[in-house]
């Protein structure tokens, strides 16, 4: 009687797993928690997947209430599986609720020391094409700066201008006290792809020490040349550091 109830629930379970990576994908589209996940340009395939979910959940929980009225209840169908039935959807259903309690985050500076952050200042990921040219070197971004450098990376051609540019703190292990490392990721796809690209910032007064890592910073300065780590790179000399919230979209394209 018990394995007759368990194996008449096993096709709700299937209902409620769709419904609930559907609710799930809605969820943080509404909660505007997509921008951590994926690129823009993604954020309507997924929203009208989720809306096909709750669709195809629906359809299937009205063939199941239809099938539980008829008279004639279908003969059960014997198969050979390697897993107890029901397991994958539960499987399914247990990662769309843990899904749903735990918050997606930014990454922060760990991910960026363990993906290459001090590799990334020489620049050599970044695509040139895509970015904004400007006239005020003070109205270009971090991102723009890193793919000025990418299209002609002579640092001294740079000297002197001034940036003021946004990002978050992290703490290069191979340089001195005075300096850190203004940081953004891009991303291309999704989360999984997403790599940092940063600046040096010198620091004219105190150390690093005066800004947590994964802080976001606003600084205004300009730029010079420094050997760094035993390569001439391009750095940002501050002259003012504001602490900012972090972006409701914290990276970049």
């Known amino acids: 009687m018990a394995r007759t109830s368990i194996r008449s629930f096993l096709p709700w ?19 505007e928690k997509l921008f951590l996940l994926i690129h823009p340009n993604y954020i309507g395939l997924t929203v009208a997947a989720g809306i096909f979910l709750l669709f195809v959940s629906g359809l299937k929980g009205l063939f199941l209430l239809r099938s539980s009225r008829s008279r004639q209840p279908s003969a059960p169908i014997q198969h050979m599986t390697l897993f107890p039935p029901g397991l994958g959807s539960l499987l399914l259903l247990t990662v769309a609720i843990a899904g749903l309690l735990i918050t997606p985050r930014a990454f922060a500076s760990q991910t960026a020391l363990d993906r290459g952050v001090t ?6 990921r970044v695509k040139p094409q895509s970015f904004r040219a400007s006239t005020r070197t003070e109205d ?24 003021k540019v946004q990002g978050f703190v992290v703490y290069p292990p191979n340089l001195p006290e005075q300096y ?4 953004r990721f891009v991303i291309t796809c999704c989360a999984a792809d997403a790599y940092p690209v940063s600046l040096p910032v010198k620091l004219t007064t105190g150390d690093r020490k005066s800004y947590s890592p994964d802080g976001w910073l ?32 914290p990276y970049n394209y």
Request: charged letters at 20%.
């Open 13 to 31: 379970l299937d209902v409620v797993a769709i419904a609930a990576w559907g609710v799930l994908l809605l969820y943080y589209w509404l909660s």
């Open 119 to 124: 590799d990334a200042i020489t620049l050599t």
């Open 140 to 163: 270009k971004t971090l991102i723009d700066w890193i793919r000025t450098l990418q299209v002609y990376p002579e640092p001294d051609a740079y000297t002197g201008q001034k940036a």
């Open 180 to 183: 850190l490392l203004l940081t």
């Open 218 to 249: 606003e600084v205004e300065g300009q730029m010079l040349t420094e050997t760094l780590d035993n390569k001439r790179q391009l750095t940002l000399q501050a002259k003012s550091l504001k602490s900012i919230p972090e972006p409701k979209n």
